[in-house]
Nanobody, 120 residues
Framework: QVQLVESGGGLVQPGGSLRLSCVASVGIFSISGMGWYRQAPGKKRELVAI???????NYADSVKGRFTISRDNAKNTVYLQMYRLKPEDTAVYYC??????????????WGQGTQVTVSS
């Protein structure tokens, strides 16, 4: 199985910065896409950013220019560097991975989430 463990969440002031990390334990699986989703109170889970194993990335319009996603394929780790945080960025952030084995289809995997709170 694939297990994802997030870290780096916390409380920051508006305009502050935070970096999230997610380490994947993959076993015999291989990961293609990795990324971050978030779910704010009363909202649906939404895509924040995603990056492929070749380095192509996409961002939600709301975070473009403020957040940067990166990954270390050798470590099966994905990062989300967040700048100029806003109160509306407050959410539980979930690590995501698309992974599969030589014998099965690729499937979605999720971390447990890490809380990001932006407040003064």
């Amino acid at each position: 199985q694939v297990q994802l463990v997030e870290s780096g969440g916390g409380l920051v002031q508006p305009g502050g910065s935070l970096r999230l990390s997610c380490v994947a334990s993959v076993g015999i699986f291989s990961i293609s896409g990795m990324g971050w989703y978030r779910q704010a109170p009363g909202k649906k889970r939404e895509l924040v950013a995603i990056i492929t194993d070749t380095g192509d990335s996409n961002y939600a319009d709301s975070v473009k220019g403020r957040f940067t996603i990166s990954r270390d394929n050798a470590k099966n780790t994905v990062y989300l560097q967040m700048y100029r945080l806003k109160p509306e960025d407050t959410a539980v952030y979930y690590c995501y991975a698309l992974a599969g084995t030589a014998w099965g289809d690729e499937e979605d995997y999720w971390g447990q989430g890490t809380q990001v709170t932006v407040s003064s």
